[in-house]
């Protein structure tokens, strides 16, 4: 996607050939500024602190992480203490073990001699990739949006999303934006709602920037309104992304998720996850019951950041001093409330036998022991 129209990924090789460039997705919307990663640690320390963030970007700054660090040691050790290291991050989006998964297979069985280059060509691929799944995804989304669109004659048709599921939180394209973005260069009338998604405001910070820099309409709302508009049919559709989707279709994504699809569910608005295979996880069946959710610090919540009328960056406390938080980052979606699963390979319905008559090759490797395990 373009930043003020400069064609711009979340991460790439430097020009010096070796040193990983990030934007800093800490600081958006108020500066966009970019970082480079120049160790295993600092490739660990920018998907911890959320540098980058984001189900398919965490697994694509975790393949480039295992590259810096067979640029310092290409040992068996140092393989795995940086796979061991990078997975120990962020517990829910399941991108991230996939990429080590994918890295240790490159790498595992290689002379140390060629680790290092093998690396690099590998965690280049993951990207693309990512970048190609994801305009799939788009293609694959559009026609939801048109079929709305037509029935609407050119009234816009009206979008809802959670969180970031956007080109920030990818390598390119986003996964719920890709369908957006692609019916907006059509020229198909659209607004998109973008829930707020506090704590760390995920959906006003990013989603609002990268649709307000290509030019797409939309709108900021807090997180309780999504139900409210819902019931007044000012909603059309739903699409979110997902950090992991296990073997029976039950969708994990960002705190709140779970309340929207209610929401939906309850005012017959369609609810769509968009999801590149990487996503899915197999080994998981329940995924209310397994999947890891991950708790953050109390200073997310207690605190908000933003930009005084002066024009700095402050952040306020918000909450009593000695009140109690909590910080769960994700919640579970059951199947039964997703409409559909938007892929690469097409929109299947959140069933098991939906995704495994889908991604076949996935369904049949899950069931062998996987690398990083
Ligand atoms: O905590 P974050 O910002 O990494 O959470 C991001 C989300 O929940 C996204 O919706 C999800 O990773 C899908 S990104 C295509």
Redesign the pocket.
């Known amino acids: 996607m373009k930043v003020d129209g400069k064609p711009t990924r979340t991460i790439w090789v430097e020009p010096d050939g070796w040193s990983v460039g990030v934007i800093d997705?800490t600081l958006l919307p108020h500066r966009f500024a970019t970082l480079r990663l120049q160790t295993l640690d600092d490739a660990a320390h920018a998907i911890l602190t959320?540098i980058v963030?984001?189900?398919?970007?965490?697994g694509a700054a975790a393949a480039y992480g295992v590259a810096l660090a067979m640029r310092a040691d290409p040992s068996d050790e140092n393989l795995e203490r940086a796979c061991a290291a990078l997975l120990a991050t962020?517990p829910?989006?399941i991108?991230l073990k996939w990429a080590l998964d994918e890295m240790l297979a490159a790498l595992r069985n290689r002379p140390r001699g060629e680790r290092l280059a093998a690396a690099y060509a590998r965690a280049a691929e993951i990207c693309d990739e990512d970048a190609a799944i994801?305009q799939a995804i788009g293609r694959h989304g559009l026609p939801l949006i048109e079929a709305i669109a037509a029935r609407k004659n050119s009234a816009p048709v009206q979008v809802l999303t959670?969180?970031?599921?956007?080109w920030l939180?990818?390598v390119d394209w986003?996964?719920?934006t890709a369908p957006i973005y692609m019916a907006h260069d059509k020229g198909v009338q659209l607004h998109v709602f973008a829930d707020e998604?506090r704590p760390?405001n995920?959906g006003a910070s990013?989603t609002a920037w990268e649709l307000g820099k290509h030019g797409v309409p939309h709108t900021v709302i807090p997180d309780n309104t999504g139900g409210h508009l819902m019931q007044h049919g000012m909603v059309d559709l739903v699409i979110?992304?997902?950090?992991r989707v296990t073997a029976n279709g039950d969708v994990c994504?960002?705190i709140g998720?779970y309340l929207k699809a209610l929401a939906a569910h309850d005012n017959n608005v369609p609810f769509y996850v968009?999801?590149?295979s990487p996503?899915i996880d197999f080994t998981l069946a329940d995924g209310v019951a397994e999947i890891p959710i991950?708790q953050?610090a109390a200073d997310e919540v207690a605190t908000m950041t933003g930009k005084t009328a002066a024009g700095r960056i402050e952040t306020v406390r918000i909450i009593p001093d000695g009140s109690a938080v909590a910080n769960y980052?994700?919640d579970v979606t059951p199947s039964r409330l997703v409409t559909g699963l938007i892929t690469e390979r097409g929109i299947l319905k959140a069933t098991r036998e939906g995704l495994a008559a889908a991604f076949p090759e996935r369904a049949v490797a899950a069931k062998a022991p996987r690398a990083a395990e």
């Open positions: 997705q959320m963030r984001g189900a398919p970007l965490i962020r829910t989006a991108n994801n959670h969180c970031n599921a956007g939180a990818t986003g996964t719920a998604t760390r995920q990013l979110v992304g997902t950090d994504n960002k998720t968009a999801l590149p996503t991950e953050r980052g994700f």
